[in-house]
């Protein structure tokens, strides 16, 4: 018997560390092979733009598929009705992206829909950057099971988000070591963000409640005013990327829900 109880141990201490050390740099990775495939288009420089239009049509509403899923079944849930006061936060996160979009990030197609949408590569890079930070700090908050429906969505959208910024910085003529340093960063941002989400475990429930709730209004707010509106903006140019969308949205819910069934 004493011998099964450290076996047990062993192996949910083996399966912690596995979580601990190959999740983020499954983030890396996956981040760093979507930005590599991005960047391939523009090798073939007679029809790179229309490669790269063509290409963010489809793979953009893939993406705000999977974060409409993960804000349906995942976030919001754990935001705000398994949160104490968590309206205050919400709110607070919405208003903080708000003034971000506006005043920072106003000419970032990401943000917000209705901006005047000019070549200017780094902010696009900082928008990424915000919801690159929310990805990682959620991540090491929640800390799920290394094969849960979360941490594989969350994989997933690494590759599909970094491949678009690849697509847009090469479109707005970013090359050679200044794309891939910026290539480099975005693959980082999330793994160091997720160890930051682990030392934040320790922090009071009514402190961890609150970054939920910040994290969800922050994720809410970008989604709802700049990447649904954008998306079907594509969605309308290109027909078939219908398929993509609705093909990660119910990936999406069922990775969620995957989630929500181990959580409970």
Known sequence: ???????????????????????????????????????????????????????LDHLYPITVAFFL???????????LLESKSP??????????MAFMSRKVFHRDPCCEAGHKHDPLGWTFFLALSVCSINDGVLIGLIHPPL??????????????????????LGHWHYR???????????????????????????????????LLGFSAGILT???????????????????TAWIGFIAALVVSLYLGYLHRAWHH
Not at 87 to 96: E, K, R
Not at 148 to 168: E, Q
């Open 176 to 210: 050679g070591n200044r794309l891939t340093w910026m290539g480099m960063a975005n693959g980082l941002i999330s793994p160091v963000c997720f160890f930051i989400g682990l030392f934040l475990r320790s922090a009071p429930r009514s402190t961890l409640d609150a």
């Open 221 to 239: 707010y970008t989604v709802l005013t700049g990447m649904l509106p954008h998306s079907g903006q594509m969605l309308r140019r290109k027909p």
């Open 87 to 96: 309206l205050i936060a919400f709110l607070a996160g919405a208003g903080f």
């Open 69 to 79: 899923g993960y804000l349906g079944i995942t976030l919001l849930p754990h935001a």
């Open 1 to 55: 018997m004493l011998a099964r109880t450290r076996c047990a141990t062993y192996a949910s201490v083996s399966m912690s560390e596995m979580n601990f050390l190959w999740l983020p740099a499954g983030l890396a990775a996956s981040s760093w092979l979507g930005f590599v495939l991005g960047v391939l288009p523009f090798r073939n420089r007679v029809h790179s733009e229309d490669m790269g239009t063509s290409a």
């Open 147 to 168: 094969l849960s429906g979360l941490n594989l969505g969350m994989v997933f959208h690494k590759v599909t988000s970094s491949f678009a910024l690849a697509l847009a």
